[in-house]
């Protein structure tokens, strides 16, 4: 009879124990593993993008530095209304025309668009634009290479409006008792709206 009180009370501790020690030790030690497990597979992650980094940079600086130049002029990753309006009024320069009246600002459907999807979610867009607002006058053939020439520059602008009107002549009439001369060109009043674009 003892025997059996010996064995059952051995039963019950071997129970207690398994449930009060042995078992939650035992889950502990699985759930070590397994964040053991998940460290050393976010640290072969980062290996793997580190390596995937040094890749990409070395055939980053293995590109021509003069094409980044180029890309970097065609489609900026920041905004320089200064160096845009300088590099504008150089370019109408050569033609004797100069800007006048610019006024820079984000066009009106995308600032209508950021405030509708603020309110939904984050746009997904990777560019964003300016519109460049400015006046300036001169003959019609020079107003021509004036355009011809923002086309061919490597600077992306879109024309999104354009009105000229009347602005006199090119020179003052010839005083009286001198010959005259060959008729000047009429000069135009020119307003532009151009559009740029940024990378984000």
Known sequence: MMRLIIAVLGFVAAGGIFFFYTKPAY???????????????????ATELQ?????????????????LARLQKMLP??????????EL???????GMALA??????????????????SIGASNQKYDSLTFKFSTKGTYDDFLR??????????????VSLSLSAGGSAAQAPA???PPKPAEKPIYNYDITLRTFWLK
Do not use: C, M, W
């Open 27 to 45: 889950d502990g030690i699985q759930s070590t593993q397994i964040q053991i497990a998940q460290y050393n597979a976010a640290l072969d992650k």
């Open 176 to 178: 009286a008792k001198v």
């Open 146 to 159: 004036f355009l011809s020439d923002l086309q061919s520059s490597l600077r992306i602008v879109d024309l």
């Open 89 to 95: 009024d150089n370019v109408a320069s050569r033609y």
């Open 51 to 67: 390596q995937l980094k040094q890749t990409l940079l070395s055939r980053y600086n293995a590109l021509d530095p003069e094409a």
């Open 77 to 86: 990753d920041h905004v320089d209304n200064i160096s845009l309006i300088l």
């Open 101 to 118: 009246n610019v006024d820079v600002s984000a066009p009106q459907s995308t600032a209508s668009s950021a405030t509708a999807l603020g």
